[in-house]
Structures are given as C-alpha cells and as structure tokens.
C-alpha cells in the first residue's frame, strides 16, 4: 500500500537524491541575493568614482565650458610644491596619532596591573575590573 506522499511523487525512499534542478537555474538564487549589495555598491561607489576619474581629465568650472585636457590637470599638480607640502602634512598627521594609539594601548594596561594605586584609580573604571 502507497502512502500519498508517495502517489504525488513527493516521497523519496531512503539513499536516493532529490532530483537536481537544471543547471541554468542553480545559479540564479545566489545572483538574487547578491543584486541589492551590488546596485548598492554600484550607485553609492563605483559609479562615483568612475564620474570623478573621467572629469578629472577634463578643465573647466561648468558642464557647458569643458574641454578635454588628459592628464595635464595630474601634470600640473604633481609639479605644484604646495601638493607635495601637503602630503607632508597629510602623512605626519596620519602618523602622530598612530603612534598615540599604540602608547596608550600599551601603557592603560601596564598602569592597571602595577602595584601604584593611582594608576588603578584612574584605568579600573575604563577597563571594567578591580
């Protein structure tokens, strides 16, 4: 006697596989879910950075008064003194707080489980233990 199950063709007997679906159609779920992140990617970086690479190769303050000028605008700024005075800056601003990070990474510790009693005053409330 079959069960229903097993009349609607539903019911597999133990050891056999559900039937494959086509090949053309095993990928499709994975793009569905990948479509949102990447029309988000899309609209809010890619396309962005793609406008701003184009129009960097172009002089002009307007969309009308535009003409193309290929890399004479990076010519011009790599020659600029003030771009290399400002790469400076931008570097050592990037590394001073840097090099706070790492000090006081290493010294809140060190202050908390030595034996002055100041110390533990001071960096027992930031670490949650006494």
């Known amino acids: 006697m079959k069960s229903t199950l097993q009349e609607a063709g539903l019911h597999k007997p133990f050891g056999q596989r559900p039937a494959a679906r086509p090949v053309w159609m095993q990928p499709i779920s994975s793009y569905l879910f990948l479509l949102p992140a990447t029309l988000v990617f ?25 003409h193309y000028s290929g890399l004479d605008n990076y ?6 003194p003030v771009f290399w005075t400002v790469m400076k800056n931008m570097f050592l601003w990037l590394r001073l707080p840097f090099r706070f990070r790492c000090l006081s990474a290493v010294s809140s510790p060190t202050l908390s489980s030595s034996t002055l009693t100041a110390g533990v005053r001071f960096f027992a409330p930031c670490t949650f233990c006494r």
Do not use: C, H, R
Request: net charge negative; no cysteine; glycine share 4%.
């Open 42 to 66: 899309m609209a809010f970086i890619a396309y962005p950075i793609a406008w701003v690479a184009v129009k960097s190769l172009f002089s002009g303050t307007s969309l009308q008064n535009t």
């Open 75 to 80: 010519i011009e700024v790599i020659t600029d």
